[in-house]
């Protein structure tokens, strides 16, 4: 958990906090809602290990749906 702290206080454009889970799955993925302390916009992070889960395809089909206008999550920040 600290690794995942530690990255979501890397990105300089929010001032991200207070995490919580968010929801959970039948894969190793994680997931967990974040509030930005500025705005108070919420976020979902996703934690994957890359020795169990290759989030690639999904960061890739995420932006061929989103060049083409469709819905699908808006990706802020990663690190593969």
Not at 33 to 48: E, H, L, P, Y
Request: proline share 6%; aromatic share 8%.
């Amino acid at each position: 958990m600290s690794q995942l702290e530690d990255w979501l206080h890397s990105i300089h454009e929010y001032e991200l906090a207070d995490i919580r889970p968010a929801s959970a799955d039948a894969s190793f993925r994680r997931y967990f809602r974040v509030t930005d302390r500025k705005s108070g916009q919420t976020f979902i992070v996703m934690d994957a290990p890359p020795d169990k889960e290759d989030c690639r395809p999904f960061v890739h089909i995420t932006g061929l749906l989103r060049s083409v206008d469709v819905n699908a999550p808006e990706i802020i920040s990663m690190d593969l």
